[in-house]
């Protein structure tokens, strides 16, 4: 086996893995860690500059 097929069946495999695991996590899930995390690193960001009460 040569080494570009190799590489392509393993990048192939890492997908459909890949796409399992989103698949049982979920998009919805995912968003909201994201928005979670945005959201944090704002009040951080806002909180660092003065604007807490």
């Given amino acids: ?3 570009e ?5 393993l990048k192939e495999a890492l997908q459909e893995w890949l ?3 989103f698949a ?3 998009k ?3 968003a909201g860690l994201f928005a ?3 959201s944090g690193l704002v ?3 806002l909180s660092g500059q003065g604007w807490h009460k």
């Fill in 36 to 38: 979670l995390a945005f």
């Fill in 24 to 26: 049982l996590f979920g």
């Fill in 1 to 3: 086996m040569d080494k």
């Fill in 19 to 21: 796409d399992k695991q």
């Fill in 28 to 30: 919805w899930t995912l």
């Fill in 43 to 45: 009040y951080l960001a």
């Fill in 5 to 9: 097929a190799e590489k392509e069946i």
